[in-house]
């Protein structure tokens, strides 16, 4: 019993000074959940410690390039809405060092997985929102980023739960604003009804054009394509990935 006193010290300690650097006011209301299991003494510490520099302050400006917002150059901006555990994003920001890479999840254990990627392999095109998605477009300048992820997004397979899905014409509209023209906006699910609601949505939009001529264009992953948590839970479960690919119209 005593010798967990230190660890659990530790522990209370990292939490408390983490609290304020948390972004999560009502946020699992909206997601329904934000947190998960308790973060590990080493999680809580890389978050103190890495959080603040890699995470957006969207009560600043945008910089009118958005390329300023990385340490480094880079070449072009890639979004990623929903990085749940971080591999796809992490995955790309390794391959494609003249990348910069912007994540936003609300789920603060996805969002502790993604930092200590970051710091583990000593990552410079990578910065965090750890919020909703949609303060993020908001606040993005206008034809600032050259594609946007969005990767198994939560399914909400009940008809009556529909209206919560990611994709809407409010959303798209968003994404419309920030993408450059010409950029891609690459959408993922395992769920038919929300792949049928997706191609749907993005026509009645009609700033996109979807990407595919053949059925091996929408089930062949895009080239170098590392997974994600979700899609292996949904290949285990007998389902299959469904890949789309739109681009803004210029
Ligand atoms: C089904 S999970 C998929 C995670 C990851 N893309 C993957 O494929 O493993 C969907 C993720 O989207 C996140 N999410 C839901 N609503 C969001 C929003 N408005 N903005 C950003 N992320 C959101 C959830 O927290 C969750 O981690």
Known sequence: MGKDRPREAAEDSAEASLKGLLNHDGAARLYGRAKGHSLSPRALRLM?????????????????????????????????????????????????????????????????????AVVEHDLDNVRIHDHDARDLLDWLP??????????????????????????????????????????????????????AWTLFEVRRHGRFSWQASTAADWRTPWPGWPGTRYEAKALREGRRGHYLTFLLAP
């Open 48 to 116: 103190r410690d890495h959080l603040p520099r890699l995470r957006l302050d969207l009560a600043q400006p945008a910089p009118e390039k958005l390329t300023a917002l990385f340490p480094k150059s880079v070449d072009a901006v890639v979004l990623e809405i929903g990085f749940g555990g971080g591999e796809h994003l992490v995955a790309g920001a390794r391959n494609t060092p003249r990348v910069g890479f912007i994540g936003s999840e609300p789920f603060v254990n996805g969002v502790a997985k993604l930092v200590r």
């Open 142 to 195: 206008s034809e600032s980023v050259d594609r946007i992820d969005l990767l198994y997004p939560d399914p909400w397979p009940k008809k009556r739960h529909w209206k919560r899905r990611f994709v809407n014409a409010q959303s798209l509209d968003r994404l419309a604003r920030v993408l450059r023209p010409g950029g891609a906006f690459r959408f993922a699910s395992d769920i038919d009804s929300y792949i």
